[in-house]
DNA sequence: CCGGGCATGTAATCTGTTACATGATTGA
DNA sequence: TCAATCATGTAACAGATTACATGCCCGG
């Protein structure tokens, strides 16, 4: 799912205008997903183009427009083929994991700074998954729960792996 | 750690030439980094020309001629600048995750289909670092074996808390 | 005889981010 | 007065992948 499919599953939800999409790229998709206006403005004109959304202008005085995006029937035909499409994952970089690779090539100082910098980048990220359950009470549907508790988990165990990971680093030097 | 810098640490632990490095991402690399001939190429010629390594090429017959590159004093200072700075990790996308939360908007069939699909992914994953069980034993540094099990348990856990994402969603439908 | 392994490389393309540009309102 | 929020957008750049191009050897 690329940035502009995502959208239209946005869309589909809600019209929405790009300032707000991304807002919801900054909070409930946070975790597995994420957009600059960079690539949301652009994507919605090339939808536009296609005819896969239409725009209405809302006006606004004292703030700027606002352009309110609908998702068209072509619009929902894209997204759900997005979503029928057989799963494959672009393998992912793990920026931690390449530098534990190499850990031997640094100082035990550095190997320790870098798992707490990596321990305190994971606390960040379950605060960000725990700073939705709000949205999730309240205007999540089910599935969106589920993905909200998988997260969670996520994280849990990303954690505890982590700090299982610390200890054994730790137990090397005894 | 981009492509180039992963280079320069494998190149530490022992001169290769591109193919080789190729090889190594595809093993030994592969559950948390990756790279295609069109970038380690122009890596290494690029490290080259600004000092980072040396090449010797080693004539064969039948086969092309193999260029070794050789880190240099220069390219181990730039590695190592690498592992210093502070752990930056750039916002990931989770595919299957992305999907998940649009679970609404397709067929209870097809969300099984996804699950499965996730699922007979992630046991590829798991078989991928299995397969490495013999580089861990036999070449890999102590810090490489802390790698390799923190990448176990992690596809571990994954798999556990896909399981338990199947359950939560055969459950909603009682 | 054909596919796969060995071995190198380039060009086109993709997909996105960062930085820049504009400009009014509101709250500390 | 200064930063943040609202709101849109473009241009330059980055960092990679895919597809293409070459060519020999070996095994089934």
């Not at 997903?33 to 896969?52: D, M, T, V």
């Not at 894209?78 to 494959?88: A, S």
């Not at 299982?164 to 680093?169: M, Q, T």
């Amino acid at each position: 799912m690329n940035i502009q499919n995502t959208i239209l599953g946005l869309l589909l939800k809600e019209p929405q205008t790009g300032y707000e999409l991304k807002q919801l790229f900054d909070s409930s998709l946070a975790f597995f997903s994420g957009a600059s206006f960079g690539s949301i403005y652009p994507a919605l004109k090339r939808c536009e183009k296609e005819g896969l959304v239409n725009m209405e202008m809302e006006l606004q005085d004292g703030k700027p427009n606002r352009k309110v995006y609908y998702i068209t029937e072509a619009g929902k035909d894209i997204f759900l083929k997005g979503m029928q499409e057989e799963l494959t994952i672009s393998p992912y970089r793990n920026e931690f994991l390449t530098r534990l690779f190499f850990f031997a090539d640094i100082t035990a100082k550095e190997r320790t700074h870098l798992i707490e910098s990596y321990l305190n980048y994971l606390a960040m990220r379950q605060e960000q998954i725990h700073s939705l359950a709000d949205f999730a009470k309240k205007k999540a549907d089910p599935y969106q729960i589920l993905c909200y508790r998988f997260g969670l988990r996520f994280v849990e165990n990303l954690i505890a792996n982590t700090r299982l990971l610390y200890k054994e680093l730790k137990d090397m030097n005894k």
